[in-house]
């Protein structure tokens, strides 16, 4: 679909709401490209974002993203445009982004981890014209991730890369050579960029979120995490998911005034010794790292005392961690419940450390609209589990082009089923239980199993398999896959590392390799037939538990 516009696949807010947010005083009608033009003229000189490669001050980023507007202007980029970013943790992702939103063109944000079938995919769904990524160079794994790319998806027409261009591609430092773009701002109550949904059920959608209710997210979790321009942010995560990008993220620490540090190491003899050289003061983490980071501080000999606060959220903080951490670490936690698709729930500061400790906070705007509803979609007690759905000033009113599971992901009146198993306390703040989706929570990398069926249903000797999230001390979940061989394969033959290998061959991203492979003649279904993933889950625990498997 290359000609068809953005507007075309976007649900948006009601006009009653959308006075109602304006009026609040949420969206101020500033386009995303308004906030580093608002930081340039209050923050000028002073460093903006950082890696180990280079430095940008407010000024000179401001600078560089109307340049790169113009040279993506050149190629053919137009507003409306969109373009799939696949860049890892380098100051590049800033200047690119904000050239898009200059340009009024959408950032499609995939993750360094994401390969050729990954970006095949989001390239198609969106109808991208271009790609940006970092080349042949970065895929030792394999064929390089755009290997193929311009046949299959007709509608991408240039391939732009950061680091060393390969014959035919655009090297990303050209764009910036032309003359600052002059043209008029977006709408800013119109689709800003589009992230990469986690998936309730099937394949993964594509989230809009309009300049509006991002600079309103991201500007709500600056202030939420008071940050000032003496803060330092380090972007741990990749930078490409939303709560590394803009809770608050890369976008609030630029509406802040603060400095972002971007990197690409995690573990804690690379990263913590870079926290004490730039001074960081805040960061975000997933719970597997947070865990990690937590017991190195032992060990690995820095100065850790720049630290001020650590967000974790993505998935399931377990309690020890959470206790722990703030002592080993020097700093204050901050429980995030958040999604890609809006709402976000946070501890706060001054939270007793009990609420801190054990709850996932309550939601950051006043006109979050929040219900926890049992299986007849009536609301619970508070105390009681049930569903959360949500609606509000940045959550999304619809899945882009996806109108068909539009129908089945929002209520008639506009709440997103988040598919997340909450309970309410009577103070206020939620507490995740589980999920009703069928989803799996790889330490906060989410894994659609219909995908990873998909893929591994293609291997010869697999006649079936069920993808189902087995507990993990570690990743909080891992990947099982259930697998029935094909007749008269063997299937001892069917192990993890094959499948691995079948997955890696297709292009897909890592974490969605199994890290459990059983093998049975068949699975147990429940009253209705369907395949019983609750069941399949429980054995698989219980067969890992048993055969003592090491983890891979
Ligand atoms: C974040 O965003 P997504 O889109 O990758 O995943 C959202 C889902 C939620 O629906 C929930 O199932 C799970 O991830 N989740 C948590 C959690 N935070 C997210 N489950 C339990 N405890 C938590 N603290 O993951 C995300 C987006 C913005 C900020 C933080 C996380």
Known sequence: ?????????????????????????????????????EAAGAHGERIAVADEHSRWSFTALDDAADRTAAGLRSLGVAPGDRVVVHLPNRTEFAVLCFALFRLGALPVLALPAHGRTEIRYLSELSGAVAYVGTGGA???????????????????????????????????????????????DPDPSGPALLLLSGGSTGLPKLIPRTHDDYAYNAR???????????DTYL???????????????????????SR?????????????????????????????????????AAWVPADLGSLRLVQVGGARLPEATARALPGALGCGLQQVFGMAEGLLCATRADDPPEVVATTQGRPVSPDDEILVVGEDGA??????????LTRGPYTLRGYYRAEAHNAVAFTPDGHYRSGDLVRRTAAGDLVVEGRVKEQINRGGEKVSPEEVETHLLSHPAVDAVVVVGVPDDVLGERVCAWVRPAPGADPAALTAPVLADHLRAAGL????????????????????????????TARGAERSRTTHRPHQ
């Open 1 to 37: 679909m290359p000609n068809s516009t953005v507007a075309e696949g976007f649900v948006p807010w009601p006009a009653g709401f959308a006075e109602r947010y304006r009026a609040a005083g949420h969206w101020r009608g500033v386009p995303l490209g308004g906030l580093l033009r």
């Open 138 to 184: 970065r895929a030792p794994d394999g064929p390089p991730v755009t290997e193929g790319l311009r046949e299959a998806c007709p509608s991408v027409r240039h391939l732009v890369t950061v680091g060393e261009a390969g014959p035919g591609e655009v090297p990303f430092g050209s764009l910036t050579a032309h003359e600052p773009l002059a043209g008029p």
């Open 220 to 230: 709500t979790m600056a202030a939420w995490c008071g940050l000032t321009p003496d």
């Open 235 to 257: 972007a741990v995560l990749p930078v490409g998911h939303n709560f590394p990008l803009a809770c608050p993220g890369l976008l609030g620490a630029v509406v802040a005034g």
């Open 260 to 296: 972002t540090v971007l990197t690409e190491v995690a573990s804690p003899p690379e990263v913590f010794p870079l926290i004490e050289r730039e001074r960081v003061t805040v960061t975000a983490l997933v719970p597997p790292l947070a865990a990690l980071w937590t017991k190195a």
């Open 379 to 388: 609301p619970v007690p508070d105390g009681t589990t049930g569903e959360l």
């Open 509 to 536: 991203a890592a974490f969605k390799r199994p890290d459990q492979v059983e093998t049975a003649g068949g699975w147990p279904v429940t009253g209705v037939g369907k395949v019983d993933r609750r069941a399949l």
